[in-house]
């Protein structure tokens, strides 16, 4: 390379890997958005799917004005594969509740045919019997991930501190489910 040429960047390395950190005074970063709250304000929303006892299984980080139909079907790959029964770990829910949020035909089509039963509300519909009580579970989890001050609101600029920070609380919620006693 002659002398006094600039390197070229490789376009496969992430920028955040050639050195390219959030200066002070940029604000936001990466999976921000403008907040459907507060349209001023630019912020991001967390995604949860949890199991019927309300232990998390997968947390995504997204941008504020992100819809929550985008995420259901990452929600569902990305569940761990869970143990407890003897046999083999189930890697699939048998259902998958959600509210109107959630309503997309694509998505119930994509879920039946991974057999997963989808009991999901329809926009315009008045809402499934009972669904309070098991959506209740789920917000009772959004309360627990969010009483970490640090997740409620983000702090940290970098996409994958704030994500760390994510897993960390998830384990910490699992961890104090399984030392219960009596449970």
Same mark, same amino acid.
């Given at each position: 390379?002659?002398?006094?040429?600039?390197?070229?960047?490789?376009?496969?390395?992430?920028?955040?890997?050639?050195?390219?950190?959030? %200066?002070? /005074? +940029?604000?936001?970063?990466?999976?921000? /958005?403008?907040?459907?709250?507060?349209?001023?304000?630019?912020?991001?929303? %967390? %995604?949860?799917?949890?199991?019927?006892?309300?232990?998390?299984?997968?947390?995504?980080?997204?941008?504020?004005?992100?819809?929550?139909?985008?995420?259901?079907?990452?929600?569902?790959?990305?569940?761990?594969?869970?143990?407890?029964?003897?046999?083999?770990?189930?890697?699939?829910?048998?259902?998958?509740?959600?509210?109107?949020?959630?309503?997309? !035909?694509?998505?119930?089509?994509?879920?039946?045919?991974?057999?997963?039963?989808?009991?999901?509300?329809?926009?315009?519909?008045?809402?499934?019997? /009972?669904?309070?009580?098991?959506?209740?579970?789920? +917000?009772?989890?959004?309360?627990?991930? %969010?009483?970490?001050?640090?997740?409620?609101?983000?702090? +940290?600029?970098?996409? +994958?501190?704030? !994500?760390?920070?994510?897993?960390?609380?998830?384990?910490?919620?699992?961890?104090?489910?399984?030392?219960?006693?009596?449970?």
């Amino acid at each position: 390379m002659p002398r006094g040429t600039p390197p070229q960047a490789d376009p496969q390395v992430p920028s955040i890997a050639r050195g390219r950190l959030p %200066h002070p /005074g +940029e604000k936001g970063g990466a999976d921000t /958005g403008p907040s459907p709250v507060d349209r001023r304000k630019t912020g991001s929303k %967390h %995604h949860l799917i949890c199991d019927g006892r309300g232990t998390p299984l997968k947390v995504i980080t997204t941008a504020a004005n992100v819809n929550d139909v985008t995420q259901t079907l990452a929600l569902v790959d990305g569940i761990p594969p869970v143990a407890g029964r003897p046999g083999r770990p189930r890697r699939r829910p048998e259902a998958l509740l959600g509210d109107k949020g959630y309503d997309s !035909n694509p998505n119930r089509d994509e879920l039946r045919k991974r057999r997963i039963l989808p009991v999901i509300s329809r926009k315009g519909s008045p809402n499934i019997k /009972g669904m309070g009580k098991l959506r209740f579970v789920v +917000e009772q989890t959004f309360a627990l991930l %969010h009483q970490f001050k640090r997740l409620a609101v983000r702090w +940290e600029r970098r996409t +994958e501190l704030h !994500n760390a920070f994510v897993s960390l609380a998830c384990s910490l919620i699992c961890w104090r489910r399984l030392n219960k006693p009596n449970s």
